[in-house]
T-cell receptor, first 114, second 109 residues
Framework: ETGVTQTPRHLVMGMTNKKSLKCEQH?????MYWYKQSAKKPLELMFV???????ENNSVPSRFSPECPNSSHLFLHLHTLQPEDSALYLC?????????????FGSGTRLTVV | EDQVTQSPEALRLQEGESSSLNCSYT??????LFWYRQDPGKGPEFLFT???AGEEKEKERLKATLTKKESFLHITAPKPEDSATYLC??????????FGTGTSLTVIP
């Protein structure tokens, strides 16, 4: 399979649950990202990984915990979320970190916190 | 303050009715202006990157242009399959991207 694959596509979780989002890319890209997309808002960058090392954490609450075991896989671990965390979570990859490269996005995980 | 503003928020066109989407940016040290297309239930799909004022890029019925303050996505004779949300993003030094909120385009047969 090519491109960026995210699982699950949909997730409903209670505020006390713990769940994980998974992202996998088969493009040979070195950089991977987590973005949050909420209605009527610009995409919000959450985390950046370059060669599996975290390079940015945009003041994201600790209830979101990323993990990047290798350059092809990225996880977002979720715990004790709030209803306002309901959104579409997008994973993306690019050849390298830098604004010269366009992103390849996955289809996202639609998260609903109840 | 660095930001990107897209207009209109929503646009309905008849099939074949050409129009333009606007992306205004106030980003110091622009290094690239990106356009993406996003279909419902999917992630954004990369369309174009523009690097300098005066640059133009085309893909099928789409043409993107760039000035020092804004970018336009021109859609010529659109078809229903062009219906989607179009996002623009401005990139600057330090790997910082500023996304707009998108224009939702509906093309009516």
């Amino acid at each position: 399979e090519t491109g960026v694959t995210q699982t699950p596509r949909h997730l409903v979780m209670g505020m006390t649950n713990k769940k994980s989002l998974k992202c996998e890319q088969h493009l040979g890209h070195n950089a991977m990202y987590w973005y949050k997309q909420s209605a009527k808002k610009p995409l919000e960058l959450m985390f950046v990984y370059n060669f599996k090392e975290q390079t940015e954490n945009n003041s994201v609450p600790s209830r979101f915990s990323p993990e990047c075991p290798n350059s092809s896989h990225l996880f977002l671990h979720l715990h004790t979320l709030q209803p306002e965390d309901s959104a579409l979570y997008l994973c993306a990859s690019s050849q390298d970190v830098g604004v010269n490269y366009g992103y390849t996005f996955g289809s996202g995980t639609r998260l609903t916190v109840v | 303050e660095d930001q990107v503003t897209q207009s209109p928020e929503a646009l309905r066109l008849q099939e074949g009715e050409s129009s333009s989407l606007n992306c205004s940016y106030t980003v110091s040290g622009l290094r690239g202006l990106f356009w993406y297309r996003q279909d419902p239930g999917k992630g954004p799909e990369f369309l174009f990157t523009l690097y300098s004022a005066g640059e133009e890029k085309e893909k099928e019925r789409l043409k993107a242009t760039l000035t020092k303050k804004e970018s336009f996505l021109h859609i010529t004779a659109p078809k229903p399959e062009d219906s989607a949300t179009y996002l623009c993003a401005a990139g600057k030094l330090g790997n910082q991207f500023y996304f707009g909120t998108g224009t939702s385009l509906t093309v009516i047969p």
